[in-house]
């Protein structure tokens, strides 16, 4: 089955720094999503990427998926205490209709 | 508002005593699934539904069972619940493009 491995486990930003997160595949992504976590909440849906070269962006969060589709990055532009929280990518198994593989996150903690 | 409902949203018991947790969703969405958040493990998927009456396993199913009675509902179930069941559970309703997650159930197991 395929794997999906998330860099860096965890990450300490001081506000207004940029930052980025790495999701990568053993294998060719069919669709790639975006999540976030607020520490003990549930998953809130950032965005989702289907094809080579795609970026797309939701106020300060950029994430592009390349062009071979096997690598997914989160980049926050100037971060903010808003952003703290657990970033999880998951991939569609195409062969499963819905079914997720999920990455295993990343803890983003914002130092003030 | 469109939602998933999870209860409860904590739940602290003892070994062997069976709970329930229920899930509900009101989007009328035929998928539904369960999931445990363990530390360094991410999310890991439990059972899954694809619509009344037809539920399989996921990767992570032993212990638990679950029932899909109805197209809105889909319990958790743990018969005999143990220590290594304490962990953080998602329930999801999907469409093709996305997963709308309950707001979780922490369950501690002593």
């Known amino acids: 089955s395929q794997e999906l491995e998330q860099s860096p486990q965890s990450l300490i930003v001081q506000e207004g720094k940029n930052l980025t997160i790495n999701c990568t595949s053993s294998?060719?992504?069919?669709?790639l999503y975006w999540y976030k976590q607020k520490y003990g909440e549930g998953l809130i849906f950032l965005m989702m990427?289907?094809?080579g070269g795609e970026e797309k962006s939701h106020e300060k969060i950029t994430a592009k998926l390349d062009e071979k589709k096997q690598q997914s990055s989160l980049h926050i532009t100037a971060s903010q205490p808003s952003h703290a929280g657990i970033y999880l990518c998951?991939?569609?198994?195409?062969?499963?209709?819905?079914?997720?593989?999920w990455g295993a996150g990343t803890k983003l903690i914002i130092k003030p | 508002e469109a939602q998933v409902t999870q209860n409860p949203r904590y739940l602290i018991t003892v070994t062997g005593k069976k709970l329930t947790v229920t899930c509900s969703q009101n989007?009328?969405?035929?998928?539904m699934s369960w999931y445990r958040q363990d530390p360094g493990l991410g999310l890991r998927q439990i059972y899954y539904?694809?619509?009344?009456?037809?539920?399989d396993k996921g990767d992570v199913p032993e212990g638990y069972k679950v029932s899909r009675k109805e197209k809105r509902n889909f319990p958790l179930i743990l018969e005999s619940p143990s220590p290594n069941q304490t962990s953080l559970y998602f329930c999801?309703?999907?469409?093709?493009?996305?997963?709308?997650f309950g707001p979780g159930t922490r369950l501690t197991v002593l």
């Open positions: 999801a309703s999907s469409t093709k493009q996305e997963q709308f």
């Open positions: 989007m009328n969405h035929e998928y």
């Open positions: 539904s694809m619509n009344v009456e037809v539920t």
């Open positions: 294998k060719t992504l069919y669709g």
């Open positions: 990427l289907q094809k």
């Open positions: 998951g991939e569609d198994e195409r062969d499963s209709n819905y079914q997720l593989i």
